[in-house]
Antibody, heavy 122, light 108 residues
């Protein structure tokens, strides 16, 4: 059974750096064809894709946030980490990690974490 | 960047009625890379449809997806009370991955 769970601070101050961890189970981050993504959702607004990391350590980022984002994985700990620098109140959102299925000629997020709400405020 | 425009923004319907939700892309999207998600308040999104028309595991057959190119549709044949939620389309045929702004299906 595949599960993902996000963790990290619920409150950060403007200009600070946010570090979120996604703990995964039911699959290995080093298995050929595995990918995990980060998506966020400001309160009452739409979903926004942030980043993807693949089993071979390839990474992809949203162009609008690329300069502020870093995604890494620790295979031994079954964790994916998202780092976002220079946080702003506009970054207040629920942050989700999700398993990304990208083989068999289809692509989609099939398993999602519960999400973690991050508020940016002084 | 491919922009996905969903319409209508809000769709008021009654249980038992048919719902038709639209997702229009600013450029052609391969059907293989178009998905639909359902999100209820306080919950994470749930995958409904992938490859434009394939139901995900456990999704009732009242949900169906269709379309190609720039026009895609999610249809719910007979609305159940639990279907009232927000629906998002998503594409990753072309980088960056993008989501539509959502359609809120509300009880009339």
């Amino acid at each position: 059974q595949i599960t993902l769970k996000e963790s990290g601070p619920t409150l950060v101050k403007p200009t600070q750096t946010l570090t979120l961890t996604c703990a995964v189970s039911g699959f290995s981050l080093s298995t050929n064809g595995v990918s995990v993504g980060w998506i966020r959702q400001p309160p009452g607004k739409a979903l926004e894709w942030l980043a993807l990391i693949y089993w071979d350590d390839e990474k992809q980022y949203s162009p609008s946030l690329k300069s502020r984002l870093t995604v890494t994985k620790d295979t031994s700990k079954d964790q994916v980490v998202l780092i976002m620098t220079n946080m702003d109140p506009a970054d207040t959102a629920t942050y989700y990690c999700a398993h990304f299925h990208y083989h068999d000629n289809v692509r989609y997020f099939d398993y999602w974490g519960q999400g973690t709400l991050v508020t940016v405020s002084s | 960047e491919i922009v996905l425009t969903q319409s209508p923004g809000t769709l008021p319907l009654s249980p038992g009625e048919r719902a038709t939700l639209s997702c229009r892309a600013s450029q052609s999207v391969s059907s293989s890379y178009l998905a639909w998600y359902q999100q209820k308040p306080g919950q994470a999104p749930r995958l409904l449809i992938y490859g434009a028309s394939t139901r995900a595991t456990g999704i009732p057959d009242r949900f169906s997806g269709s379309g190609s190119g720039t026009d895609f549709t999610l249809t719910i044949s007979r609305l159940e009370p639990e279907d009232f939620a927000v629906y998002y389309c998503e594409q990753y045929g072309s980088s960056p991955l993008t989501f539509g702004q959502g359609t809120k299906l509300e009880i009339k």
